[in-house]
């Protein structure tokens, strides 16, 4: 069974700063990794996905973040954050075979962009 | 318009009473997804169906049913409901194995 783990539930960070969201995932099998972002009273939306390729991945709103096999993470990162990024954050992981397609959610991580 | 939209978009109940949630899609694809979102579990498949004939139960299906009407439809029934299944709820689509598309959400108050 596959399994995702944020490790921060909170991240309070002050405007251009930079921050990062952890996300580590347990799978035997290959996967398929992605971030959504969910606005206060909105729907989630994706920021990017890792599919196959270059481990780095660059998404919206000037996100990127990095896919490490050998440590099981695909940590999201922003180099200056804005007062609009304030949202929930939550890393999925998709399975490649058989079953494919079904996601399976981290817990979520509030991250709160401070004046 | 929204590809993925959901109805109603809030609802206040009572225990006991049959709810339906309703999804429908105008991006054409073949798979179909119910989750429910609590604060500091993220959100949690509830029923999963890959085409109109296929329907699967998610990892917490219990208390809940669906309705596959067509490819754009994909309907979420609580026969009998109760308090602990008030959450947001939220359907979504996709194509494939790659990115699911989400619908606004339906914020359910079971009372």
């Known amino acids: 069974a596959q399994s995702v783990t944020q490790l921060d539930s909170q991240v309070p960070v002050f405007e251009e700063a930079p921050v990062e969201l952890r996300c580590n995932y347990s799978?035997?099998?290959?996967?398929?990794l992605f971030w959504y972002v969910q606005y206060p009273n909105q729907g989630l939306q994706l920021l990017l996905k890792y599919l196959s390729g270059s481990t780095l991945v660059k998404g919206i709103n000037g996100f990127e973040a990095e896919f490490n096999k050998s440590q099981t993470s695909f940590h999201l990162r922003k180099p200056s954050v804005h007062i609009s990024d304030t949202a929930e954050y939550f890393c999925a992981v998709s399975v490649l075979y058989n079953q494919g397609g079904k996601l399976i959610f981290g817990q979520g991580t509030e991250l709160s962009v401070k004046p | 318009d929204a590809d993925v939209t959901q109805t109603p978009r809030n609802r206040i109940t009572k225990t006991g009473k049959r709810i339906m949630l309703e999804c429908s899609q105008t991006k054409g694809h073949d798979r179909m997804y119910w989750y429910r979102q609590d604060p500091g579990l993220g959100l949690r498949l509830i029923y999963y169906?890959?085409?109109?004939?296929?329907?699967n139960k998610g990892e917490i299906s219990d208390g809940y049913s669906v309705s596959r009407q067509a490819q754009a439809k994909f309907s979420l029934s609580l026969e009998s409901a109760i308090p602990n299944q008030t959450a947001l709820y939220f359907c979504?689509?996709?194509?494939?194995?790659?990115?699911?598309?989400f619908g606004p959400g339906t914020r359910l108050t079971v009372l």
């Open positions: 169906s890959f085409d109109v004939k296929d329907i």
């Open positions: 979504a689509t996709s194509q494939g194995k790659g990115e699911q598309f």
């Open positions: 799978s035997s099998v290959s996967v398929y």
